[in-house]
């Protein structure tokens, strides 16, 4: 048997709140957001937290990736950034007189796109095959991405000068849109006196799981069985918003 046949769905939830509890090491009272956010992992979607600075988005997921043991990277998106410092760019390698692909930040299982509206659209398209197709073409050739990918795009809701609004293709890519919000005044206590407590800025997090893992537990998910009840609630669901006065352009795609 494979681990992802081995692997049972009361053991998918028992490790996804092991991997939660480890987070909230580092992130105080925002169980809910923590708990969103690896939902997206494990149905093998993007996420997109849009919020305001200092609610730790970076922080939740260098910390997902930490305790996950998963590879993380980072691209803070600048009006000058260009699609090849996303994806990869080949290079002319004069001793071997051929050219040599160089893997650009997106070659991580996990990628923070650090205020992605800030970008201009041609460098925001640069995810849009990497996000659907887990693949990055350069030169006719295409490159694999590790698994499992996933990501995650911070944008600023609050300030929007100097921005470009993300095309909806590329919303549409996005399996989930979340908000932190800021803590209560209980959890920002407490997320003082931590940091009073140990003495340094960074909380020293565990991996709880490998990715071998967290592959085995987005397998078992792919298992879950849905009663034809269920499903035909969802597709009404689905088919209502395309009838509704208040939705410009509902759901069109049939395989998410």
Do not use: W
Not at 175 to 192: A, F, T, Y
């Amino acid at each position: 048997m494979t681990i992802a046949e081995q692997l049972p769905l009361t053991e998918v939830g028992r490790l996804s709140q092991t991997i939660c509890n480890e987070v909230e090491r580092a992130i105080v009272g925002k169980r809910a957001s923590i708990e969103l956010v690896l939902l997206g992992i494990l149905a093998g979607g993007h996420v997109l937290l849009e919020d305001v600075p200092g609610v730790a988005k970076t922080l939740l997921v260098r910390s997902l990736c930490r305790t996950t043991g998963l590879s993380y990277s980072r691209i803070q998106f600048t009006p000058d950034l260009m699609p090849a410092d996303v994806t990869g760019s080949s290079f002319y390698d004069a001793r071997r007189n051929e050219l040599e692909f160089r893997p650009g930040p997106l070659f991580a299982n996990l990628v923070l796109g650090d205020e992605i509206n800030r970008a201009p659209p041609k460098t925001q398209a640069a995810l849009l095959e990497a996000m659907q197709e887990h693949q990055v073409t350069a030169d006719g050739t295409s490159y694999r991405l590790p698994e499992p990918f996933a990501v995650f795009a911070t944008q600023n809701p609050i300030e929007y000068e100097g921005t470009y609004p993300l095309p909806e293709a590329q919303l549409d890519r996005f399996v989930l849109r979340v908000s932190i919000g800021l803590p209560d005044r209980e959890s920002e206590q407490e997320l003082v006196e931590r940091r009073a407590a140990r003495g340094r800025e960074d909380v020293l997090l565990e991996a709880v799981i490998e990715p071998s893992t967290l592959l085995a537990m987005c397998a078992a998910v792919e298992r879950v069985e849905i009663a034809p009840a269920v499903a035909g609630y969802l597709v009404e669901v689905v088919r209502s918003t395309r009838k509704a006065p208040g939705v410009q352009v509902g759901p069109a795609r049939g395989h998410r």
